[in-house]
């Protein structure tokens, strides 16, 4: 691939609008250029403000600044397609009676739209929309856990979280994330949203991993846990995956997880 060096430094930053974050090798692989030709395209960006250079790799720096990824109504419409057909399948293995946990995620809150008036749970969830959401339905138990908020998701978070999980106990988890690959694990990009989900997960006797195809072989700044973690990992096909995609699935099939491609049919 030849690309003038401005055309590439502006498809770096067309990438990151779409993952937040980018290894530097991945940008090298992608755009068939040493490390140290993307090192410089980073450094560049960042003098005109646009970037922050992040552990092995780039963000955007409002994103980084801001410490959110855009509103709650933003981030419902992203990748809506690809979340409803994770939901659609994910709900089959919710059973009346489970005491499950949704972290802040729009796609468990997507999720929790599909339960509504169809089982009889308990719902552990540091997520205020999952929480009104879930609230007119009187066969579900809603335990809504405290902390600081954060107004741009209406989620919570705080040490208080694991301290409030310690005396309950979980079936199953629904979690979603920014990122996974199989070396690295799932990974999140705020450290505080990524607290909140480990200190769930603890307490959680399975997990459900919820994440669209964009999140596949992708690394994040925060490790919420490792690949071996994973009981369950729930994506989707919309777009084809690509060679590397391909191998991190497997990967985590060969490590006894059990992994599902959601379909258009559900």
Excluded at 10 to 33: R, T, W
Excluded at 48 to 65: D, M, N, Q, S, T
Excluded at 153 to 162: A, N, R
Excluded at 184 to 198: F, H, N, P, R, Y
């Amino acid at each position: 691939m030849v690309t003038l060096p401005s055309a590439r430094r502006d498809e770096i930053v067309n990438i990151l609008k779409s993952k937040d974050y980018a290894e530097i090798s991945y940008l090298s692989q992608k755009f068939s250029v040493s490390e140290m030709t993307i090192r410089r395209d980073i450094d560049k960006l960042e003098k005109e403000g646009k970037v922050l250079k992040v552990y092995g790799g780039v963000r955007l720096k409002e994103i980084r600044e801001k410490e959110h990824e855009g509103s709650i109504e933003e981030r419902k419409g992203r990748n809506s397609l690809e979340k409803r057909f994770i939901a659609l399948e994910a709900v089959k293995f919710i059973e009346d009676g489970d005491v499950i946990a949704f972290d802040a995620s729009t796609t468990a809150l997507e999720l929790s739209r599909h339960i509504k008036f169809k089982k009889k749970v308990t719902v552990v969830t540091n997520n205020i929309n999952i929480a009104v959401e879930l609230s007119s339905d009187p066969d579900i138990t809603i335990i809504l856990l405290g902390g600081f908020l954060r107004r741009t998701s209406l989620s919570v978070f705080g040490s208080s979280i694991s301290k409030y999980l310690e005396s309950i106990y979980i079936d199953k988890a629904f979690i979603s994330c920014k990122s996974l690959n199989f070396n690295d694990g799932v990974t999140d990009s705020l450290i505080d949203e990524g607290e909140a989900k480990q200190a769930i997960i603890m307490r959680s006797t399975y997990l459900y991993l919820l994440a669209d195809h964009t999140k596949i072989n992708t690394i994040a700044f925060f490790k919420i846990c490792p690949a071996e973690s994973v009981n369950t990992l729930i994506t989707d096909e919309v777009v084809p995956f690509n060679e590397e995609q391909q191998k991190c699935l497997e990967q985590y099939r060969e490590n006894g997880t059990n992994v599902i491609i959601a379909k258009q049919s559900n």
